[in-house]
């Protein structure tokens, strides 16, 4: 399993919202993330993750599309119990340097300069080219806006391939 960091936190909704769903949230807050916490939320927070504890659940997913190299794979963003990540498959693209691994705040990056013009943007490092499965843990549950997972070239700043995740699974 690959561990890595985000360059900053604020990409991730406060703690008291987790127990909502992101659907639920972008619904509720109008994409913000406003929490109070009542007697009962703590309570509340602790069954919901304990009956999820042991399940893995898909909440976003998708395939990878070429932008300037063959590539093949698909993502999915996932959460076990309070614990966010997300799980690259069969991820490989066709060139020899380094790849990064790089989550945005795009509904999609169909270009290198669409990429550059995303406010929010996180390295999680490199990818494991041609891995059968390469976990990259999150801090915490994402934000809503953050809905694209790009392979990026750092050498030459080329944004190789993109994955646009969308709700419900399409894997073959």
């Known amino acids: 399993m690959t561990r890595s960091t985000a360059r ?22 109008g994409g913000g993330a406003a929490c109070k ?16 504890v042991d399940q893995t659940e898909v909440l976003l997913s998708g395939t990878f599309e070429r932008v300037a190299k063959k590539v093949e794979g698909r993502v999915e963003l996932v ?16 060139t020899l340097g380094e ?10 990056a169909r270009s290198t300069l ?16 041609g ?5 990259i843990a999150l801090p915490s549950e994402p934000a809503p806006e953050l809905r694209t997972v790009v392979l990026f070239e750092p050498r030459y700043r080329v944004n190789l391939a993109a994955a646009a995740l969308q709700a419900g699974s399409s894997a073959p």
């Open 114 to 129: 669409e990429l550059a013009g995303a406010e929010t943007q996180y390295d999680f490092g490199p990818l494991e080219q």
């Open 37 to 52: 916490n009542g007697p009962g939320d703590a309570k509340e927070q602790r069954e919901s993750s304990d009956a999820t």
């Open 8 to 29: 900053s936190i604020p990409m991730f909704v406060p703690s008291c919202a987790r127990a909502l769903g992101i659907a639920s949230l972008l619904v509720l807050t």
């Open 99 to 108: 790849v990064h691994v790089y989550f945005v705040g795009l509904p999609d």
């Open 131 to 135: 891995a059968p499965e390469q976990i």
């Open 79 to 94: 959460r076990k119990g309070s614990r966010y990540a997300l799980r690259l498959m069969g991820t490989k693209v066709d």
